[in-house]
C-alpha cells in the first residue's frame, strides 16, 4: 500500500515513478505531442497503467488528463480501451490522435459497416493501441469476443462521474460496466474525471469496484480563467458587451432553454455577431453543421443549451457566457472549463438572478413528476443550493469553487474574478434601499410578484397600478430614478440575503421573510451590488500571453491553419493549438529542425505541414 504525501494542500495515494519507463515515455510524448515535459500527476497517473495498479484520476479540463491514458499504450506495445460517453467524443479524439501519427481506432453507431469492419481488423492484427467505444457496444457479445481476442491491459472510464447517482450527469449504463470484469478478469481499470467532489470519488471507486487504487487528484483551480458573476439587469446588452470584448475570437453562450438559444443567437446577428443556436431539438445534421463551422473556426460564436460542449475540444475558447445560472457547481465547473483548455487567458461571465433558483426548482419537479415521484431528489436540491450560494457570494470566486471541492486555495487576492478585481460595486444608500423596496412588499400585503413591486417603486403609469390604487400609496414612486432592471437585481439580492421570498409556482409573488423587519429597523448591515461596465483592458490578464508575438504573423498562421483543417475535414485545433501558434509567431523559427523545438509541434506534424507553415514565416 503507497504512503499518502501531502501536495498544494491536497491528500493524494500516488505511486511510485518507474524510472525503466520513464525515457520512454518523453521520447513518445516528444514524438507525436510536441512536448519535453510532463504536467503535474501526469507522470504518476501513466506509472499506475504501467504498473498494472487501478487508478482514480481528477484534473481539471485542460489539465492532460488524455495523456494519462493515450501514453501507456505506447509503451507497452499492447492496447487499451477507452469509454466514452459520446459519438462527438470519441470522434474528435480520434482526429487529434490520427494527426499525431497515433494508432487509434473507434467503434460506435454512426460508423458505416465498412468503417466498422475496418476498426475491428486493425484491432485483430494488433496495428492499434486505443479502442473508443461506448458502454453500450463494450457489453454486446461481439464486442466482448474481440476484446477476449486482443486481451486489452487496461479499460479507462473516460467522464467517469457518469456512473455515481451523486454526480451531475449520471448515466445508468455505466452502472453495468463492472460486468467487463468477467470478460477480462486480468486488465487493470482507470476512472478519469475533471469534476468531482470527495462524495463522487468515493461513489466512483466502490461502483467500479477498483481493486488497491491509485488515487490522483489534481488542482481544481483554473488560474487562466477570469470568473465574473454579475446582476441579470439588460442580458441581451450585457452579453453582447461580452462578446466585444473577445472580437473575432471563440465565444459558447449557455442557455436553459432551446426557445432562449434560437432568440438570442437571431438578435446577435441582428446586432453585427455572426452567430448560431444549437440545441436538441434540431436535426442531427443542423447540429453538426454548426459543431464542424465552430471546430473548423468558421463560426465564433455558438448559442447552446448543456447539449453542446461536451465533445466539443477547441482549445481556444476566449470567453464562457451563462445566461442563467447552471443547476450545480459541477455543470459550472465543466461548462465553464471549455474556455482557455490551451492554458492561456479566457474569462468566464455568468448573469445571475434568484430567479433562476425558482426555474430550476419548477424544472426539477416536473421532470420528477414525470418520473412518477413525489418531488425533485433532495441531492439535486442540495446541489442547486451550493450554486446559488456561489453566486450570490462576496468571496473570491476562484477560492470558493476551490473550497466546494475540498482544496485549500492560498492566495488573498486572485486577480481574477470580479470580487478580488473590485468590479462588484456596492451602492451608498443600500439600506434606504432595502427599507423602501421592503416597505412596498409589506404595503402591497405580500401578493404580488417582483414586476408588480418594480412598477409601483417606479411609478408606472400603467393600467393596473391605477385600477388597484397602488398609485395612491405611500411608497408609489419612491425609487423613480432606479432603472427597473436595476431594481430588479436589488430585489434578488435581498432573496438571497433572506430580507425577501420568492414563493414556488409559475408565478411566485414577493413575501417578507422573518428577518425582514431587523432589515426594516436598519438593525441589519445590508450591501446592495450594481453591476458595472467591465473595460476590454479589464476583461482579462491575456497580455502577458502575447509578449514578443508577432501578430500579424498569428493570424497568416491561424489562417493556414483553417484551410488545412478545411482540406482534411477535422477540426482546427488538431493541426496546431493556439499556443503553439503564438510560440511559432513568437520565435519564428527559419528551419524544421527549430520548428520542432516550439511546444506542440510533434514529429508527425512537422512532416506534414512544417513546410507551409515555414513558408508562411519566411514570407
Not at 570 to 585: C, H
Request: glycine share 8%; proline share 4%.
Amino acid at each position: 500500500m503507497n504512503g499518502r504525501e501531502e501536495a498544494r494542500g491536497l491528500t493524494i495515494l500516488s505511486a511510485m515513478p518507474a524510472e525503466a519507463h520513464r525515457e520512454s515515455i518523453l521520447e513518445h510524448v516528444r514524438r507525436h505531442w510536441g512536448y519535453d515535459t510532463l504536467r503535474p500527476l501526469q507522470d504518476e497517473a501513466i506509472n499506475a497503467n504501467l504498473e498494472g495498479r487501478d487508478s482514480l484520476v481528477v484534473l481539471p479540463t485542460g489539465g492532460g488528463k488524455s495523456l494519462c491514458y493515450q501514453v501507456p499504450p505506447l509503451v507497452h506495445g499492447g492496447i487499451d480501451v477507452v469509454v466514452s460517453p459520446l459519438i462527438s467524443l470519441m470522434k474528435d479524439q480520434i482526429d487529434g490522435l490520427l494527426a499525431c501519427g497515433y494508432p487509434a481506432v473507434a467503434l460506435h453507431s454512426g460508423m458505416s459497416p465498412e468503417d466498422q469492419a475496418e476498426s475491428e481488423r486493425a484491432i485483430e492484427r494488433g496495428d492499434a493501441r486505443l479502442l473508443f467505444a461506448a458502454p453500450e457496444r463494450l457489453l454486446t457479445s461481439r464486442t466482448r469476443d474481440l476484446l477476449r481476442q486482443c486481451k486489452p491491459r487496461s479499460i479507462v472510464i473516460d467522464e467517469a462521474h457518469c456512473i455515481s447517482h451523486w454526480g451531475h450527469d449520471f448515466r445508468p449504463e455505466y452502472r453495468r460496466l463492472t460486468e467487463l470484469r468477467r470478460t477480462l478478469p486480468d486488465a487493470n481499470w482507470h476512472a478519469f474525471t475533471a469534476t468531482a467532489t470527495e462524495r463522487v470519488r468515493e461513489d466512483i471507486l466502490r461502483q467500479l469496484d477498483l481493486r488497491d487504487p491509485v488515487v490522483l487528484v489534481g488542482d481544481c483551480d483554473r488560474p487562466n480563467l477570469t470568473y465574473r458573476v454579475i446582476p441579470r439587469v439588460s442580458p441581451k446588452p450585457q452579453l453582447l458587451e461580452a462578446i466585444r470584448r473577445h472580437n473575432e475570437q471563440a465565444v459558447i453562450v449557455y442557455c436553459i432553454s432551446r426557445k432562449s438559444t434560437e432568440s438570442i443567437a437571431e438578435w446577435l446577428n441582428q446586432h453585427g455577431v455572426d452567430a448560431a443556436a444549437y440545441h436538441a431539438g434540431l436535426s442531427a445534421s443542423q447540429r453538426r453543421r454548426v459543431q464542424d463551422r465552430f471546430m473548423q473556426e468558421r463560426l465564433h460564436v455558438v448559442v447552446a443549451t448543456v447539449a453542446f460542449g461536451m465533445g466539443i475540444d477547441r482549445s481556444d475558447v476566449r470567453c464562457v457566457v451563462h445566461m442563467a445560472m447552471p443547476k450545480s457547481i459541477e455543470h459550472y465547473q465543466q461548462e465553464s472549463g471549455r474556455a482557455g483548455r490551451d492554458g492561456l487567458e479566457a474569462e468566464c461571465v455568468l448573469l445571475y438572478s434568484s430567479a433562476d433558483v425558482m426555474s430550476w426548482r419548477r424544472l426539477m419537479d416536473h421532470a420528477a413528476y414525470d418520473a412518477g415521484e413525489a418531488g425533485a431528489p433532495e441531492h439535486q436540491i442540495e446541489l442547486l443550493e451550493h450554486m446559488r450560494r456561489f453566486c450570490s457570494s462576496m468571496q473570491c470566486r476562484h477560492r470558493s469553487l476551490a473550497a466546494y471541492f475540498g482544496q485549500t486555495f492560498e492566495r488573498d487576492n486572485c486577480g481574477a474574478c470580479d470580487i478580488c478585481l473590485d468590479e462588484c460595486k456596492v451602492i451608498d444608500d443600500g439600506v434606504v434601499v432595502t427599507q423602501k423596496i421592503l416597505s412596498c412588499v409589506a404595503r402591497l400585503h405580500s401578493r404580488f410578484g417582483a414586476a408588480h413591486v418594480v412598477d409601483v417603486l417606479r411609478g408606472s403609469n400603467k393600467e393596473k397600478i391605477r385600477s388597484m390604487r397602488h398609485d395612491s400609496l405611500s411608497v408609489y414612486g419612491l425609487l423613480a430614478d432606479t432603472p427597473a432592471a436595476t431594481l430588479q437585481s436589488y430585489i434578488d439580492q435581498l432573496c438571497d440575503l433572506g430580507a425577501l421570498v420568492r414563493t414556488s409556482g409559475d408565478r411566485p409573488i414577493l413575501q417578507l421573510a422573518s428577518e425582514a423587519g431587523e432589515y426594516l429597523k436598519g438593525e441589519r448591515e445590508v450591501s446592495l451590488r450594481r453591476p458595472v461596465a467591465v473595460s476590454r483592458s479589464r476583461a482579462g490578464r491575456g497580455e502577458a500571453d502575447w509578449e514578443g508575438v508577432d501578430r500579424e504573423l498569428f493570424d497568416r498562421l491561424r489562417s493556414i491553419r483553417r484551410e488545412l483543417a478545411e482540406e482534411r475535414g477535422v477540426p482546427a485545433y488538431v493541426i496546431f493549438g493556439d499556443q503553439t501558434l503564438r510560440g511559432l509567431a513568437q520565435r519564428k523559427p527559419r528551419s524544421l529542425g527549430e520548428m520542432l523545438e516550439v511546444k506542440g509541434v510533434g514529429q508527425r506534424k512537422l512532416e506534414e505541414f512544417g513546410a507551409q507553415f515555414l513558408a508562411a514565416i519566411e514570407a
